[in-house]
């Protein structure tokens, strides 16, 4: 599991949203004061979905 932290940006937003895409659970998307977002499993804290190029390589692989 990978952690991100936010040391370069401030949260300007958070939000608990349904994952409709699983079909179950929910996720955090969290918006910061650069315009970019990133997306949290809500249950396990695990990334996944991201704006940022940097995260790209840390997201779960699609099948």
Sequence with gaps: MIFIT????????????FNYQEGSGYYRHVTYSDGGFRQFDKETGELIGSSYASDQKNLPKME
């Excluded at 936010?6 to 949203?17: F, Y």
């Design 6 to 17: 936010d040391d370069d940006k401030e949260i300007i937003s958070e939000e608990i949203k």
